[in-house]
């Protein structure tokens, strides 16, 4: 027994060296020679070790799939498509009072499998099915040679990868098997852990790629560093791309790294995944129904191709940011020919090291102008791209905040009509026929400079102006008119409040009746608004703080722009009529979850006590608020009182 002992842990040795870390340190035949020697010890002695590579070989097709129920819940990630959703996912993270730093991997596009362990021995393997059960797929996963049937962790264990066949495997099965070809990596993949022949399974030769520990009895891991340093030293196979990042602009990088690298690798891959590092901050974060709020995957869907950059322009945007446009070789990219190519800032070109005379690689998405991911090859005459130092349009001084270049004049011609385009835009006030070279040669020819400028235009001022005939002006003027009462959510998006998109736009309407409202709220108020970050709270106050966006604000209210209240359709439950104010610590969920709750059973949340408080739920270490609460005579209930109300105690 000793000797098949020693035997079988050689092979999963060499085995692991060979799937895993792809350094073999035998022959093959050597390992054959040895592996044979072994079937003929189990064949003797009618022993099998629980280890044994034997184990491995395609057994007899099953009937079905059985049942399996995973001792954690494997939950699937939410999705952010653009930079500002994932934006909001940061901001939603930091409300939790820390810093905490991220991880970024590649997300693999395969299918998600759960593999347990028992006292150090493999048990079983299932797919993630509903996240709470799966289909048991362990006769499927033994012909897999990229995890360890033994380990030293002696607790219970779940371990979770992603199932996935190599591309050069896909094209070499697809070549020997010309009347049954795998239409593409994700589907062979799923195809092969779910067929019910074991054999078919080892035929495909999928791998599993292990990223995340599931559950652990006992010791548990502590952040996701932690974890992956655990598989590493247990033998399973994980990706060596993985990226610890302190700050957002440096996951941004991290997922531009990956957009250019997937194309690098032979395995099948639609995003990257962005995870809270530290177990103690996901607690506090907490799940939905559906979804981690710690983790998020970035997906990437759009079309990329290589091209050369000829010369790089400044273009400058309503807020003075100047951001670098690529002139490049035309390219076929989507459906069409590209031109031209931006960058987000100047230290974007640079972290992303773009040249003028270099290769780069580019994506479009969504018919907007494609962007430039990176660099890909320099050639000899590659030249850096100069920082500017004076505005290209006005000749401005150029100020620097952060990777990004700021036009220091507000009345920047571009700068401007950027501005105005922007408020004129259809999820803004509207105003359906205003177009950015309209807007242009009303600036030029009319002096448009402000959004109340709009408000004083007549028929006359058409006049004279090429393409304006009498019913493109009465359809303008009727546009402009109509913009003068639109929704608060849309209003507060069209001035232009920087980081304030729509859904902060959204947030601040629904907890606002006024501009005026809005303008009187702290930075403290504003951050507990769930998708407002500290960086967009300072902007807002800082917006409604400046003399010249005030006084804008008052003449458009004086020329009769009068936003209405959004509004919102509220569900009827025990808070129904309700404006309830949260305070102090909860212990049983966080406050925006108990917001939620509030809102879903009828009820507002207010992030101040006001005169229209009608109720304040005390956690623990309440403050000022329920101070405030008790000499205005406002009800005050604690947490227990709270969920009693809820029906949930």
Not at 22 to 40: F, G, I, N
Not at 59 to 67: D, M, N, S
Not at 126 to 144: I, P
Not at 304 to 322: C, D, M, P, S
Request: include cysteine; glycine fraction near 8%.
């Amino acid at each position: 027994m000793q000797d098949m002992r020693a035997i079988v842990d050689r092979l999963n040795q060499w085995a692991y060296e060979y799937y895993v870390l792809d350094a073999p340190s035998v022959s093959d035949r050597e390992y054959d020679d040895l592996y044979r020697t072994l079937c003929e010890m189990e064949r003797e002695s009618g022993v099998v070790l629980p280890d044994s590579p034997t184990r491995r070989v395609g057994g007899e097709p099953v009937k079905g799939f059985e049942r399996h129920r995973h001792i954690a819940r494997l939950y699937s990630l939410d999705k952010a498509v653009t930079r500002d959703e994932l934006s909001a996912f940061f901001a939603r993270v930091e409300k939790s009072g820390v810093q905490p730093s991220y991880t970024v991997e590649y997300k693999f596009d395969g299918l998600t499998m759960c593999l347990t362990y028992d006292n150090g021995r493999f048990v079983g393997a299932a797919t993630r099915g509903n996240g709470t059960e799966g289909e048991d797929v362990t006769a499927q996963a033994l012909t897999v040679r990229s995890f360890p049937l033994s380990i030293s962790y002696r607790g219970r264990l779940e371990v979770r990868g992603e199932a996935i066949i190599r591309l050069p495997v896909l094209e070499e099965y697809n070549r020997t098997h010309p009347d049954e070809p795998l239409k593409n990596a994700r589907n062979a993949a799923a195809g092969a852990i779910r067929n019910l022949d074991p054999k078919v399974t080892a035929e495909r030769r999928p791998e599993i790629i292990f990223y995340d520990v599931n559950y652990m009895s006992e010791q548990p891991v502590a952040s996701q560093e932690e974890a992956r340093d655990f598989l590493r030293r247990e033998g399973f196979q994980i990706d060596p791309y993985f990226r610890v990042c302190r700050t957002c602009d440096e996951v941004f990088a991290a997922v531009d790294e990956i957009e250019i690298r997937r194309h690098e690798i032979d395995v099948l891959t639609d995003g990257a995944v962005v995870k809270v590092n530290e177990e103690a901050v996901r607690a506090q974060l907490g799940h939905t129904d559906k979804f981690p709020r710690w983790a998020i995957a970035y997906k990437f869907e759009a079309e990329e191709a290589e091209t050369t950059v000829r010369r790089v322009l400044w273009q400058v945007g309503r807020t003075g940011k100047l951001t670098p446009l690529a002139e490049v070789d035309p390219v076929e990219l989507a459906g069409a020919t590209v031109r031209r190519a931006t960058l987000n800032n100047f230290g974007d070109l640079t972290r992303k090291d773009v040249k003028i005379g270099s290769r780069v690689l580019i994506r479009r998405s969504n018919e907007v102008i494609p962007e430039i991911l990176g660099a890909t090859m320099h050639t000899e005459g590659s030249v850096p791209v100069e920082k500017p130092t004076l505005c290209p349009y006005c000749g401005a001084p150029v100020r620097e905040s952060g990777a990004n270049l700021f036009c220091s004049n507000e009345d920047c011609k571009p700068r401007v009509v950027q501005r105005l385009t922007h408020y004129c835009s259809k999820n803004a006030a509207d105003i359906e026929g205003m177009s950015e070279s309209t807007l242009t040669l009303l600036y030029e020819r009319r002096g448009v400079r402000n959004f109340s400028d709009l408000y004083a235009l007549t028929a006359e001022s058409f006049a004279g102006l090429e393409g304006f005939k009498e019913r493109k002006i009465s359809n303008l003027l009727g546009a402009i008119e109509k913009s003068r009462r639109i929704p608060l959510d849309r209003f507060l998006y069209a001035i232009g409040i920087e980081g304030v998109g729509r859904v902060a736009a959204r947030d601040l309407a629904e907890r606002c009746q006024t501009w005026e409202e809005v303008a009187s709220l702290t930075e403290e108020q504003l951050l507990s608004m769930e998708d407002i970050g500290a960086v967009t709270a300072h902007a807002i106050t800082e917006f409604f703080a400046a003399a010249r966006n005030r006084q804008e604000l008052e003449r458009l209210r004086a020329l009769g722009v009068l936003p209405l209240p959004t509004a919102r359709e509220r569900a009827q439950g025990v808070f129904s009529g309700e404006s309830v104010v949260l305070t102090g610590k909860l212990e049983r969920m966080s406050r925006p979850e108990a917001q939620k709750l509030i809102e879903g059973a009828g009820g507002v949340c207010q992030s101040a006590v006001t005169g229209k408080t009608t109720l304040v739920v005390a956690g623990e270490a309440a403050g000022s608020k329920l101070e405030k609460a008790r000499k205005a005579g406002i009800p005050v209930i604690d947490e227990e009182a709270f969920l009693r109300r809820l029906g949930i105690l």
